[in-house]
């Protein structure tokens, strides 16, 4: 199992960009798929984005065309791009890393701790 953390959250104004970063320890993370999930206070925890090991995406309908997901093994860090910020994106975001290649959903793998994303003017 990889240990997994968050970072490149923050404040940031409607229309705004952040790019968050999940760094994974431990060897093998280009085995893993990996998500971005995020959950509003108030809300389920809901999917934003996969990448497989293999580098094929998916995203959440609401993201799509702002949101870009991306992985360097290398790193061991998988990024999320996210621009044209707007209110309702604020959430916790939590990385998830799945041993099998592909994310099959939020109860298999690994979570990170979460790093709060606020989109606020």
């Known amino acids: 199992q990889v240990q997994l953390v968050e970072s490149g959250g923050g404040l940031v104004q409607p229309g705004g960009s952040l790019r968050l970063s999940c760094i994974a320890s431990?060897?093998?993370?280009?085995?893993?798929?990996v998500g971005w999930y995020r959950q509003a206070p108030g809300k389920q925890r809901e999917m934003v984005a996969t990448?497989?090991?293999?580098?094929?995406?998916d995203y959440a309908a609401f993201v799509k065309g702002r949101f870009t997901i991306s992985r360097d093994n290398a790193k061991n860090t998988v990024y999320l791009q996210m621009d044209s910020l707007k209110p309702e994106d604020t959430a916790v975001y939590y990385c998830?890393?799945?041993?099998?290649?592909?994310?099959?959903?939020?109860?298999?793998?690994?979570w990170g701790q979460g790093t709060q994303v606020t989109v606020s003017s």
């Open positions: 431990g060897s093998r993370f280009s085995i893993y798929g």
């Open positions: 998830l890393a799945d041993p099998i290649g592909l994310v099959r959903g939020p109860t298999f793998g690994s």
């Open positions: 990448i497989s090991s293999g580098e094929m995406t």
